[in-house]
């Protein structure tokens, strides 16, 4: 098992200076990776779209808040760091034209000598979408099954050809390639079905956000959700054991004499002891 820390590139946190002592303190500590999230634009309104992973449907922090480009902030932890991997968590595919977003990909994976992960997700901002040009939100799912696939053979093929329904590449060269075989490992963010098929035919790793309400995803059901995937991948004609399985989630130790607000000690914010039970229980 692996740990990995999220950075704070999104808020008053999102500074320079601050996003790489943290990470250059993971790295430190013997963190697995790192990873970057993804905005590029916020409404100045109302938005009539739902965030999924709070209670109140807003996004944390507010429209008006600091959000660094996150495969910028890649490159530049690409620099500052030697062994921790770097990832996002997620990247919205459907917002950038992946022939340019695979060649930026492969080339961090260049300068950092093979440490990129690309977490993929559909995205869930329809006024975001519109400010982009991204293509329709409501066709945001086959989109990003698409442009995952031709970002693959971007990086394992040569010369590349593809023909999709939304882009067409014909017989071009793209190089680098990743310093890692097979291409950059892709984890597929979401925990809804469509995430679950996604993962079993496009994903190197499942990776959801659970214990932030209203999407929990408690132990019994996160189990649930991998003996799905298991069975899709088999269909897919994969081995369910070449897929990886992660889990995002809120963290916080406590000392002894601390006690949880409200009562109900949510799970991964208690004691360091209180805190390991809850990993295992979700490894189990």
């Given at each position: 098992?692996?740990f990995?820390v999220?950075?704070?590139?999104?808020g008053?946190?999102?500074?320079?200076?601050i996003v790489l002592k943290?990470?250059a303190?993971?790295?430190?500590?013997?963190?697995?990776?790192?990873?970057v999230s993804?905005h590029i634009?916020?409404?100045?309104?109302s938005?009539?779209?739902?965030?999924?992973?709070?209670?109140?449907?807003q996004?944390?922090g507010?429209a008006n808040?600091?959000y660094?480009?996150?495969?910028?902030?890649l490159?530049?932890?690409?620099?500052?760091?030697?062994?921790?991997?770097?990832?996002?968590?997620v990247l919205?595919v459907?917002?950038?034209?992946?022939v340019?977003?695979?060649?930026?990909?492969?080339?961090?994976d260049v300068?950092?000598?093979?440490?990129?992960?690309?977490?993929?997700g559909?995205?869930?901002?329809?006024?975001e979408?519109e400010a982009?040009?991204?293509?329709?939100?409501?066709e945001?799912?086959?989109v990003?099954?698409?442009?995952?696939?031709?970002?693959?053979?971007?990086?394992t093929?040569?010369?590349?050809?593809f023909?999709?329904?939304f882009?067409?590449v014909?017989?071009?060269?793209?190089?680098p390639?990743?310093?890692?075989?097979?291409g950059?490992p892709i984890?597929?963010?979401?925990h809804?079905?469509?995430?679950?098929?996604r993962?079993?035919?496009?994903?190197?790793?499942?990776h959801p956000i659970?214990q932030r309400?209203p999407?929990?995803l408690?132990?019994?059901?996160y189990?649930a959700?991998?003996?799905?995937?298991q069975?899709?991948?088999?269909?897919?004609g994969?081995?369910?054991?070449?897929?990886?399985?992660?889990?995002?989630t809120p963290?916080?130790?406590?000392?002894?004499r601390e006690?949880?607000p409200g009562g109900d000690r949510?799970?991964?914010?208690?004691?360091a002891?209180?805190v390991?039970?809850?990993?295992?229980?979700?490894?189990?």
């Amino acid at each position: 098992m692996e740990f990995g820390v999220s950075l704070p590139s999104r808020g008053p946190l999102a500074r320079p200076d601050i996003v790489l002592k943290i990470a250059a303190k993971a790295e430190a500590l013997r963190y697995a990776s790192v990873f970057v999230s993804d905005h590029i634009v916020l409404p100045t309104s109302s938005a009539r779209s739902v965030y999924p992973y709070s209670p109140t449907g807003q996004l944390p922090g507010g429209a008006n808040q600091d959000y660094l480009e996150p495969l910028s902030l890649l490159a530049h932890l690409a620099q500052a760091t030697t062994k921790v991997r770097l990832g996002t968590s997620v990247l919205v595919v459907p917002y950038r034209n992946p022939v340019t977003t695979a060649k930026t990909l492969a080339t961090i994976d260049v300068l950092s000598r093979g440490r990129v992960i690309l977490g993929a997700g559909v995205g869930w901002l329809r006024e975001e979408f519109e400010a982009v040009s991204a293509p329709p939100f409501a066709e945001r799912g086959r989109v990003t099954d698409e442009y995952l696939s031709l970002m693959r053979a971007m990086w394992t093929k040569d010369p590349v050809s593809f023909a999709g329904r939304f882009y067409t590449v014909r017989d071009v060269h793209a190089l680098p390639k990743p310093v890692q075989r097979g291409g950059i490992p892709i984890w597929i963010g979401g925990h809804t079905d469509s995430a679950l098929k996604r993962t079993a035919v496009l994903g190197d790793a499942w990776h959801p956000i659970g214990q932030r309400p209203p999407a929990m995803l408690l132990p019994d059901e996160y189990a649930a959700k991998v003996k799905q995937l298991q069975s899709y991948a088999h269909q897919a004609g994969r081995d369910p054991r070449t897929i990886a399985l992660t889990f995002r989630t809120p963290m916080e130790v406590r000392g002894a004499r601390e006690k949880s607000p409200g009562g109900d000690r949510p799970l991964f914010q208690g004691t360091a002891a209180e805190v390991i039970d809850d990993v295992r229980r979700y490894q189990a």
